[in-house]
């Protein structure tokens, strides 16, 4: 089992930055991919960035030049770094995880409001 907890969400202006952590803990050796999807209002779950376990990253293409996924492996922490925010990044953020023998774990979700 693994369990996530996701924070770093808020209120923030049009072209301001956040960054969401999400803390990882329990059987973490399993996991395969990392990542951070959203959903909006009215929306379906949409793929913001993954990381996977050799390291090599991917962005949709919406968040692409503005949003940095990192992981600290020593911290069993992930991190989305998200700058030029823009409104129609306002969602709920989810952390998940995917593991080898593909069970998905998801955090609570935070949310992040940007202001026009």
């Known amino acids: 089992q693994v369990q996530l907890v996701e924070s770093g969400g808020g209120l923030v202006q049009a072209g301001g930055s956040l960054r969401l952590s999400c803390l990882a803990s329990g059987n973490i050796f399993s996991i395969n991919v990392m990542g951070w999807y959203r959903q909006a209002p009215g929306k379906q779950r949409e793929l913001v960035a993954v990381?996977?376990?050799?390291?090599?990253?991917n962005y949709a293409d919406s968040v692409k030049g503005r949003f940095t996924i990192s992981r600290d492996n020593a911290k069993n922490m992930v991190y989305l770094q998200m700058n030029s925010l823009k409104p129609e990044d306002t969602a709920v953020y989810y952390c998940?995880?995917?593991?080898?023998?593909?069970?998905?774990?998801w955090g609570q979700g935070t949310q992040v409001t940007v202001s026009s």
């Open positions: 990381i996977i376990s050799g390291g090599s990253k």
């Open positions: 998940h995880f995917l593991s080898h023998s593909n069970f998905n774990y």
